[in-house]
């Protein structure tokens, strides 16, 4: 495992740029997730890092060394991609022992039995290393991918959106498996996804990226507690963050310039009132199970929280808001800090 | 009147208008038989032209008939084939068969997937060359038999000057049709330069269908371009190469064109392959019954062998 260094990463496909000045340290050891939508040049960052693309500007260090314009096979890397990219003639045993017998490693044959043993049983496909690659359901096709990656101990994983192919269950099963399997090894993983869960859970860093500039890079909890930006805030949260106008409800003093308010569930109360106190009206409630999300118009705003599922608030019923500690923006979309209170830790982005 | 019952006026007109004993006709008959219905016209015509012919020429290969002689039609039993399958002379044209089949399949399926790997690295203009590389494919072999027996001219043939140019040999020192041992290879080489391109498109289509993930995979697990052709490349195109042999295979084994303008079958019968003789025995000898059941004995030979390799192929694909 080493520490791997982006430092003004730049790519261009024709005239547009997938990736801009990029700046990005992954320590050894860390767990590093980019977030971010489709094209944002997420997957452009990963394969930049394992050399299946040149940068036109910038470096790349792995390790201390200069593998900018290295070749995949010199950079000791392992990628895990979107799609089940196995050798469809091979059998699973063979495709995760394929890395193993590179002719550039010389791993004996029986040390490759054991490796290929240890990452079938943590993947739980011991039972199907003999079936062909094409045999095998596409749960299994991707767990023999990621185990392709981590029989090697390369210097960083690569991992592009390994789970999103995959049914609800066995994502998050392997959500955990991997980052499980990443204490244990204290691998150093790079992993682009979309999906904020994912994110939320593995990362040890989160770096959110859009149109191929990182934002914001920070623990979790820093981005979600303080985003730099509407752009960052709006990636986490479930239900979505509700963007409002300042002084549309009750909040207790906005700072100077503050123009936009970000109110996460956790900075909504509601309140079942008279008419008189109250300010706004439930559209409706869509029950989820485990939560109800709450739809509710205030003016001409609808916005939408989670509510308590005891909660006797009924559609047409009339409520009054009000904002505790919300996030607040300005006109240019970047966060400032709450007036008087800066309870909420900085990002170091 | 009210507006439901003008309704229904129109309906009865319309009912009225439609000619109601082809309604009820086509009404009365089952789906399989409207199936019938539809399929009876292929059917009679594939009867006239397809399995008709095959029990006729089944039925005069074991009879004595001759189709330019007015004659009573004579059972003669299996004589035919035992005939044929004791003469050397049929035994000599499968072996020019076998050896003409062997090597146009084999050079084009190495030239052709040779090409197809060169054309699938996508460089600058490989559009154009792949165009340039499928001309010989689209001409009539009767334009390729003609210009090549104008190449093999000792002469003035531009194939043998060719030769002289890079061995420094006498051009009108040999000659690709009139010698015993090159006429073989004269048209081996002919089918060569025509059909390579066949198999290389087949071979491309192949290549293209290996996703570029794959690759970037192995690149990434430290497989050689070596390791990567033989263990990527190489398999997944392996039905693909199959199929152009299959398809070669069959065309090549009752070739009759080309090598009826090259060569006629000759110098003598070097390369007198089974379709020649065929020719020869039905419409020179007019031996209409014994050519039948050499037609037969072909027939069956191409049938049989086509289908194991079928079989292969499917086992090769199901891997």
Redesign the interface.
């Known amino acids: 495992m080493a520490e791997v260094v982006l430092s003004g990463v730049t790519k261009r496909f024709k005239t547009v740029a997938a990736v801009e000045s990029l700046d990005l340290t992954v320590h050894d050891g860390e767990f590093i997730v980019l977030l971010g939508p489709t094209g944002a040049g997420k997957t452009t960052t990963l394969r930049l890092v394992g050399g299946l693309e040149r940068p036109d500007e910038g470096s790349i260090t792995i390790g201390g060394h200069d593998v900018t314009h290295a070749a995949p096979a010199a950079r000791d890397v392992a990628f895990v991609f979107q799609q089940y990219s196995l050798y469809p003639h091979l059998s699973a045993y063979d495709n995760l022992a394929f890395p193993l017998r590179s002719p550039a490693r010389r791993v004996p044959e029986d040390e490759i039995r054991k490796r290929v043993g240890e990452i079938a049983e943590m993947l739980r496909i011991s039972a199907k290393l003999q079936n062909r690659a094409t045999q095998l359901s596409g749960g299994e096709m991707q767990r023999v991918a990621i185990g392709r990656a981590l029989v090697r101990r390369p210097s960083i994983y690569l991992m592009d959106e390994p789970l999103s192919s995959l049914d609800a269950k066995l994502r998050s099963d392997l959500r955990l498996e991997l980052k499980r399997i990443q204490q244990d090894l204290g691998a150093t993983i790079l992993y682009v996804t979309h999906d904020q869960t994912e994110a939320m859970t593995m990362a040890v860093r989160i770096g959110v990226i859009e149109s191929g500039r990182m934002i914001q890079l920070g623990t979790p909890r820093e981005i979600y507690t303080a985003p730099a930006s509407v752009y960052v805030a709006t990636r986490l949260g479930q239900p979505a963050i509700n963007l409002l106008p300042v002084g549309l409800l009750p909040d207790g003093g906005a700072p100077t310039g503050g123009k936009t308010v970000g109110a996460r569930t956790e900075n909504l109360r509601i309140a079942k009132a008279a008419n008189g106190s109250a300010n706004a009206t439930v559209d409706w409630i869509e029950h989820l199970g485990d939560q109800n999300h709450l739809h509710v118009t205030v003016g001409d705003h609808k916005l939408v929280t989670l509510a308590d599922p005891e909660s006797d608030l009924a559609k047409g019923d009339r409520v009054s808001l009000s904002l505790v500690d919300p996030l607040y923006f300005d006109a240019s979309g970047k966060r400032i800090a709450a007036s008087g209170k800066a309870r909420i830790p900085q990002g170091n982005g | 009147m009210t507006d439901s019952s003008a309704k229904a006026g129109v309906a009865e007109r319309v009912a009225g208008a439609t000619p109601a004993p082809l309604a009820r006709r086509i009404r009365g008959l089952s789906d399989k038989a409207i199936a019938w219905l539809f399929i009876a016209p292929t059917i009679l015509l594939l009867l006239a032209i397809n399995i008709f012919p095959l029990l006729w020429t089944i039925y005069l290969s074991f009879t004595n008939y001759k189709a330019n002689r007015k004659a009573e039609i004579r059972w003669e039993g299996t004589e035919h084939y035992t005939d044929i399958l004791s003469d050397p002379e049929i035994w000599h044209s499968m072996q020019v068969t076998a050896h003409f089949v062997f090597w146009t399949v084999a050079i084009e399926t190495v030239i052709g997937f040779a090409l197809a790997y060169l054309i699938d690295r996508r460089w600058r203009g490989h559009g154009f060359w792949t165009t340039v590389i499928l001309i010989p494919m689209m001409l009539s072999p009767a334009v390729v038999g003609n210009f090549w027996k104008f190449l093999y001219q000792p002469q003035i043939g531009l194939f043998n000057y060719g030769v002289s140019f890079f061995t420094g040999i006498d051009p009108s020192s040999f000659q690709m049709i009139g010698d015993v041992s090159l006429a073989p290879w004269s048209i081996v080489i002919v089918d060569v330069w025509m059909w390579t391109p066949y198999v290389m498109l087949i071979c491309l289509a192949g290549l293209r269908s290996i ?1 570029d ?2 690759y ?9 371009t070596w ?1 990567r052709f033989w ?2 490349t190489l ?2 195109a392996l039905p693909f190469i199959m199929l152009a042999v299959l398809f070669r295979g069959i065309e090549n084994f009752k070739m009759f064109d080309l090598i009826n303008l090259l060569t006629s079958g000759g110098p003598g019968s070097t390369t007198e392959v089974a379709s020649i003789t065929l020719k020869r025995e039905a419409f020179e000898s007019w031996k209409t019954g014994y050519s039948s059941a050499l037609a037969i004995i072909l027939f069956v030979a191409v049938f049989g062998l086509a289908n194991i390799y079928v079989k292969a192929l499917n086992r090769v694909k199901q ?1």
């Open positions: 996703p993930y794959i970037e995979a192995a690149e990434v697990d430290r497989a050689s390791r263990s990527i398999p997944m891997r």
